[in-house]
């Protein structure tokens, strides 16, 4: 028989047991590592693009209700069939005001356009209204009311010259009649959709139909939205004085403007209003965020927080959302009385 001999050369042997934990352990601390990285990486990306995704609803939410704002009170004065309020005034009739509001309030479809006599929507009725306790709708907001003149085409009366727009950006047409409760009318306000999350909504009154057309959301993740109203010589829940200087001198709430029994100085006090401060809060998609923490937002600003007011201070969950504030004023264009 033949004998075969297995040579192993000097130096050469395999891996001990210890040595292969230590180099399975080694690799799997890589792949952990890597993981944790390539997480962290795509938490970023999803904070970076939500934060990017919220700064331009902003922009949106500030562009298209500063206009709207800025078209309150507007008569076409070059019309010779326009509603004029001065006209109003002469034959002693008490129309509805340019700026209206309320405060900490749920929309509801008005049963008419008279709007400062309604029982429909209530300053304070939010909370009553909410199905759900969280912020997408148990937040404070409030609803801002805001009326203009339309214009027509030089050419046919019938058809928008798309200079004034109502809330959903459509064109509004010059009123039908001198009627000056017939102007064209937007309201913005905060809805909570199917999906749980809030937007700030349109509603307007299309005079087409003879109908209310709404309420249409139109930034989603607005979480709040509050309004203040820069009034000229207005005491809180009293008929107006004289007549100021048509400079604001003091911030007040919707509800501060209401006479209580008293609709003319209602009307009268909302007249006086001659700048709006608005606040938004927008929130992100829960687990936008890096990190879960619970905050207390002022969507007016700091130094409008009030304990008497729901809405100026508004308490977020640590819900992994990213959230955004911004707060701007808007001083009116035109003059909103009647004279």
């Not at 962290?40 to 209700?65: C, K, P, W, Y």
């Not at 309420?215 to 107006?240: C, R, W």
Request: net charge neutral.
């Amino acid at each position: 028989m033949t004998s075969h001999k297995i040579h192993v050369a000097p130096g050469q042997g395999g891996l001990t047991l210890i040595e292969l934990l230590v180099a399975l352990v080694t690799g799997l601390l890589v792949v952990l590592l890597a993981t944790a990285s390539l997480l962290v990486g795509q938490q970023g990306f999803r904070s970076v693009d939500t934060t990017t995704e919220m700064r331009d609803r902003e922009r949106f939410a500030v562009e298209l209700i500063g206009r709207l704002i800025l078209q309150a009170g507007y008569q076409d004065l070059g019309s010779s069939a326009a509603p004029v309020r001065a006209t109003a005034q002469a034959l002693g009739l008490d129309p509805e005001p340019d700026i209206y509001g309320w405060n900490n309030a749920v929309f509801k479809q008005p049963a008419n356009l008279v709007l400062s006599t309604t029982t429909d929507i209530a300053s304070g009725n939010r909370p009553g209204n909410c199905t759900v306790s969280d912020t997408s709708c148990l937040n404070g907001s409030d609803v801002l009311v805001i009326r203009f003149q339309g214009v027509s085409s030089p050419t046919n009366a019938t058809v928008a010259d798309n200079t004034m727009i109502n809330c959903m950006g459509q064109g509004e047409r010059a009123p039908a009649s001198a009627d000056l409760n017939n102007r064209a009318l937007s309201m913005f306000h905060v809805t909570r959709g199917g999906t749980g999350e809030p937007a700030l909504s349109c509603s307007y009154y299309n005079f087409e139909t003879g109908n209310w057309a709404g309420p249409t959301p139109m930034i989603e993740g607005v979480e709040s939205f509050q309004l203040l109203y820069g009034t000229d010589n207005v005491t809180p829940g009293t008929a107006p004085g004289a007549a100021g200087d048509t400079i604001a001198d003091r911030w007040l709430r919707a509800d501060q403007l209401t006479v209580a029994g008293n609709v003319a100085a209602t009307r009268e006090n909302w007249r006086r209003v001659r700048a709006v401060r608005v606040g938004l809060v927008f929130r992100g998609a829960t687990g936008s965020a890096p990190q879960a923490i619970a905050a207390t937002l002022s969507p007016l600003g700091a130094l409008y927080v009030s304990a008497s007011d729901a809405g100026s201070s508004l308490s977020v969950p640590a819900d992994n959302r990213l959230r955004a504030q911004t707060a701007f004023t808007v001083h009116l264009r035109n003059d909103l009385t009647l004279r």
